[in-house]
């Protein structure tokens, strides 16, 4: 009887633990599934998906972001170690409170940027839309450096 109790008490633990799991099942994504939105913490032009997770949380997650040609995004920092992955076109990356392009450098599809917490950056396009995909650990969000860069204060 008592290993029958026992027996009990394993699967009902067994299929919380499953459950809780259950937002978190494998997913194959292919280019096509992934369906870019406007994003109001860039500025116009920008588009994102987010592939897993939720920023705003204390979790994992991932998202994708789509920007057109000769695209900036002003100098802002996170608030948490971020890794960028450049995908598709190239990205110029440049380190500091202001966009100076020429001490950035241009990233070609395949490149890393890895940025540590609260390091102030900034990204551009030039003649290519580029998609990047970046990883980090919420909660996270953009502070730009100059607050009447953001676009969510216009």
Known sequence: MRKALIAAALVVL?????????????????PADIQFED?????????S??????????????????????????????????????????????MGETVEKST????????????????PHYVWTEDEETIIQVAATGPFDIIYVNPEEDPRKK
């Open 49 to 94: 998906q987010l592939i897993h997770g939720d920023p705003a949380k204390p979790e994992f997650f991932i998202i994708r972001l789509k920007f057109p040609p000769n695209y900036v995004v002003p100098a802002h920092t996170h608030p948490a170690f971020e890794s960028v992955t450049v995908l598709t076109g190239s990205m110029g990356s440049g």
């Open 14 to 30: 067994a299929g919380t633990a499953f459950a809780k799991d259950a937002a978190h099942e494998a997913r194959e994504l292919k």
């Open 39 to 47: 994003n109001p913490a860039f500025p116009k032009g920008a588009q």
């Open 104 to 119: 950035g450098k241009m990233l070609e599809a395949g490149s890393l940027l890895l940025l540590p917490a609260n390091h």
